[in-house]
């Protein structure tokens, strides 16, 4: 009897931890996203005035109005980063059921103009899309990674043919977070785990995969996630700030970094943190450490914007520091000097978790903000103070956010 007892109650902790298990995949990254680490919904400026969002596997292109356009189902489970092209399409990335990573254009109609799968290197995980202009011709480059190396792979954005691959060794850094070109065929890389304490660097190589400078960048980042290139070519750097210990809850606020031009001095960090102005008890950027996305734009005007998650924790919540009280989009605004300028609640949703946000400037000067709300991605449009004169909800059925 205590055999059977005994089997019982370890197959019951066996079923217990493959459900958790399944649990956390569930509530961490959505059950359409079982494969990636990548954020829901993405956002870029189509040159016909309108967008393409990146939302729920799907590319919707959507007009200036909010309506949407058309829509192309993506190949694989998991979408990750794409990029407007000149000719009025796009490139997005994706990974598919084995880990590979998938590269595909589409013309301005949503037609696919070509697709690239990359395979036999176990490489995957891609992360952002590049056009840049190399002797006049353009270029599309992918930052990804395995086990063994970090990846820079550049491909002919007329036929996808692959240029070039510059494999940076592994002691840079583990993964890569983010691209951004600093001159025609130069990038900036932003990489986690680069050494035993687990820190981010900020890496510069030129056209021909050549490292430049590499920079550990501020200790107390749990998660740096985005990089912006200032026009002087200074870098700013954001992500999640490690823990800090506040009353009721500990918290986990968004950390920026500025990098002077040179690639190595810093010229300043900022905590954004409980209650400053009018804010709320923390701001919680969605790129959290399950998630990647840009959240952070230069605006016309010349100043950062920073899209984020405000965030009301409930003390009796499970996790409060990790989302699961009130969560509502902020949008933060800042000098390049990293002084606050205002924080702004843009919708009160009265969610139960977090989700990842995305901003952009449009030509037209506005701010578009894109989201994931209950498995539906929304786009805000905000002038530059902040205030919301649009918000449209997509899921199975467009329909705007007075409709729920």
Same mark, same amino acid.
């Given at each position: 009897?205590?055999?059977?007892?005994?089997?019982?109650?370890?197959?019951?902790?066996?079923?217990?931890?493959?459900?958790?298990?399944?649990?956390?995949?569930?509530?961490?990254?959505?059950?359409?996203?079982?494969?990636?680490?990548?954020?829901?919904?993405?956002?870029?400026?189509?040159?016909?005035?309108?967008?393409?969002?990146?939302?729920?596997?799907?590319?919707?292109?959507?007009?200036?109005?909010?309506?949407?356009?058309?829509?192309?189902?993506?190949?694989?489970?998991?979408?990750?980063?794409?990029?407007?092209?000149?000719?009025?399409?796009?490139?997005?990335?994706?990974?598919?059921?084995?880990?590979?990573?998938?590269?595909?254009?589409?013309?301005?109609?949503?037609?696919?103009?070509?697709?690239?799968?990359?395979?036999?290197?176990?490489?995957?995980?891609?992360?952002?899309?590049?056009?840049?202009?190399?002797?006049?011709?353009?270029?599309?480059?992918?930052?990804?990674?395995?086990?063994?190396?970090?990846?820079?792979?550049?491909?002919?954005?007329?036929?996808?043919?692959?240029?070039?691959?510059?494999?940076?060794?592994?002691?840079?850094?583990?993964?890569?977070?983010?691209?951004?070109?600093?001159?025609?065929?130069?990038?900036?890389?932003?990489?986690?785990?680069?050494?035993?304490?687990?820190?981010?660097?900020?890496?510069?190589?030129?056209?021909? +995969? =050549?490292?430049?400078?590499?920079?550990?960048?501020?200790? !107390? *980042?749990?998660?740096?996630? /985005?990089? &912006?290139? #200032?026009?002087?070519?200074?870098?700013?750097?954001?992500?999640?700030?490690?823990?800090?210990?506040?009353?009721?809850?500990?918290?986990?606020?968004?950390?920026?970094?500025?990098?002077?031009?040179?690639?190595?001095?810093?010229?300043?960090?900022?905590?954004?943190?409980?209650?400053? +102005? =009018?804010?709320?008890?923390?701001?919680?950027?969605?790129? !959290? *450490?399950?998630?990647?996305? /840009?959240? &952070?734009? #230069?605006?016309?005007?010349?100043?950062?914007?920073?899209?984020?998650?405000?965030?009301?924790?409930?003390?009796?919540?499970?996790?409060?520091?990790?989302?699961?009280?009130?969560?509502?989009?902020?949008?933060?605004?800042?000098?390049?000097?990293?002084?606050?300028?205002?924080?702004?609640?843009?919708?009160?949703?009265?969610?139960?978790?977090?989700?990842?946000?995305?901003?952009?400037? /449009?030509?037209?000067?506005?701010?578009?903000?894109?989201?994931?709300?209950?498995?539906?991605?929304?786009?805000?449009?905000?002038?530059?103070?902040?205030?919301?004169?649009?918000?449209?909800?997509?899921?199975?059925?467009?329909?705007?956010?007075?409709?729920?």
């Amino acid at each position: 009897m205590k055999i059977l007892e005994t089997s019982s109650r370890t197959l019951c902790l066996i079923l217990a931890f493959c459900l958790g298990l399944f649990h956390f995949q569930l509530d961490a990254q959505g059950w359409k996203h079982l494969y990636s680490d990548q954020p829901a919904s993405e956002v870029v400026a189509s040159p016909d005035g309108g967008y393409y969002l990146l939302a729920d596997n799907e590319v919707l292109k959507i007009d200036a109005e909010g309506e949407v356009v058309w829509t192309h189902p993506a190949f694989s489970p998991a979408t990750h980063r794409m990029t407007a092209t000149p000719d009025g399409g796009l490139i997005y990335t994706s990974t598919n059921s084995s880990f590979l990573y998938e590269l595909i254009k589409l013309d301005a109609d949503g037609q696919i103009s070509w697709f690239v799968e990359r395979d036999g290197q176990n490489v995957f995980n891609p992360v952002r899309v590049m056009p840049v202009v190399v002797d006049d011709l353009w270029r599309v480059q992918v930052g990804s990674y395995n086990s063994d190396s970090l990846f820079i792979h550049t491909y002919d954005l007329q036929n996808g043919q692959l240029l070039m691959e510059t494999a940076l060794d592994n002691s840079l850094g583990n993964s890569i977070h983010d691209l951004a070109v600093i001159a025609p065929g130069d990038l900036a890389v932003l990489t986690s785990f680069a050494d035993q304490e687990h820190n981010h660097k900020l890496l510069r190589i030129d056209e021909f +995969g =050549n490292l430049l400078t590499s920079t550990t960048l501020d200790t !107390t *980042f749990y998660r740096a996630n /985005t990089l &912006l290139v #200032l026009p002087d070519g200074s870098t700013v750097v954001c992500g999640l700030r490690d823990a800090i210990d506040t009353l009721p809850y500990p918290s986990q606020p968004i950390l920026v970094q500025k990098i002077a031009p040179d690639g190595a001095s810093t010229e300043w960090v900022r905590t954004l943190q409980a209650a400053e +102005g =009018n804010g709320p008890s923390n701001y919680f950027s969605v790129l !959290t *450490f399950l998630y990647q996305g /840009t959240g &952070l734009t #230069l605006g016309a005007d010349g100043y950062l914007y920073l899209a984020g998650i405000g965030y009301q924790g409930d003390p009796t919540a499970v996790n409060p520091h990790l989302g699961w009280g009130i969560a509502d989009p902020y949008l933060v605004k800042m000098d390049t000097d990293g002084n606050l300028i205002f924080e702004r609640r843009l919708l009160n949703t009265a969610l139960s978790y977090e989700f990842p946000l995305d901003i952009i400037q /449009t030509a037209g000067g506005e701010l578009a903000i894109a989201g994931e709300s209950d498995g539906r991605a929304f786009l805000l449009r905000t002038d530059s103070l902040g205030y919301v004169y649009s918000n449209r909800i997509y899921g199975q059925v467009a329909r705007t956010a007075a409709d729920d």
